[in-house]
């Protein structure tokens, strides 16, 4: 099987999934959302919960490694139109297998 990410060819998906959710934070965002979705604030501050001396992270920072989530199909972008009442960052749909209690 050979997966390709961002033209670079991995012949392990292991690799390749090692490369998607690489980061400091992709991962604990990743954590953060598996119950639903959450808006770019509630991720931010859930960031800080639980690790002792955690700066907070730079509203840039936390854009492009939300982006790369998004461009990877990991997660999608819901009902981020101003004033909406629902909405965020939530585990793709179409991904069943990041959801929890799959099996």
Known sequence: MLVVLRK???RCPVAAFQ????????LRILWDIQDGPLRC???????LRGVEGTQE????VLSR???ALVQSGLVV???????????????????????????
Do not use: F, N
């Open 77 to 103: 972008r819901q009902g981020l139109r101003r004033g909406a009442a629902q909405g965020g960052i939530s585990p793709h749909a179409d991904r069943p297998e990041l959801h929890p209690g799959h099996r």
């Open 57 to 60: 992270i730079v509203p840039r």
């Open 65 to 67: 490694e939300l982006k």
């Open 8 to 10: 670079r060819a991995h």
């Open 41 to 47: 604030g509630e991720i931010k501050s859930g960031l």
């Open 19 to 26: 490369k998607m959710i690489s980061g400091k934070y992709k």
